[in-house]
């Protein structure tokens, strides 16, 4: 039993930054294909579209600093904290990439038609990446009430 409660604590080391890369990977693919598309529609403007598309990218940052916040001595009394901590912003920050691209993607089919709007339509991209910015505070506040090591 202990084996396995050490197995989840590793698994919450890692998960922020891999979950947080797989919603990323999602984010900006969806929001790139946007971009893409628009750059066909448009003779101008491209540099705005790729820029946006990259703006899902900033949650694997997140989990790449918690990972290595989190990282301790994986030992039975740390590792439950370790893994619903590592789980839960894993999963908040997959998430946040996901919703925040298919908001930068939205917004690039509303500027490539009307170029004016393109800073307010950024506005609910930026509102996603707000919570993404919570769970790194609140995850980041979680673990520093985690004991680095027990004798």
């Known amino acids: 039993m202990n084996d396995f409660i050490i197995i989840l604590g590793w698994i919450g080391l890692f998960a922020p930054m891999a979950l947080a890369a797989i919603g990323s990977v999602i984010g900006c693919a969806v929001a790139g294909q946007a971009a ?20 899902p990218s900033s949650q694997v940052i997140f989990g790449i600093v918690l990972m290595f916040t989190l990282q301790r001595t994986v030992t039975v009394e740390v590792a ?4 619903a901590i ?5 999963v908040s920050l997959l998430f946040s990439a996901i919703y925040q691209g298919q908001c930068c993607a939205s917004a690039i089919h509303a500027s490539k038609a009307k170029p004016e709007i393109f ?3 950024v506005a609910p991209a930026a509102i996603v990446e707000g919570f993404s910015v919570f769970t790194f505070i609140f995850a980041l506040v979680l673990s520093g009430s985690l004991p680095q090591t027990v004798a």
């Open 119 to 121: 800073g307010l339509s």
């Open 80 to 83: 439950p904290g370790l893994f």
């Open 36 to 55: 893409i598309g628009a750059m066909l529609d448009t003779d101008s403007g491209y540099g705005k579209y790729l820029g946006l598309s990259a703006m």
């Open 86 to 90: 590592g789980i839960l912003s894993g």
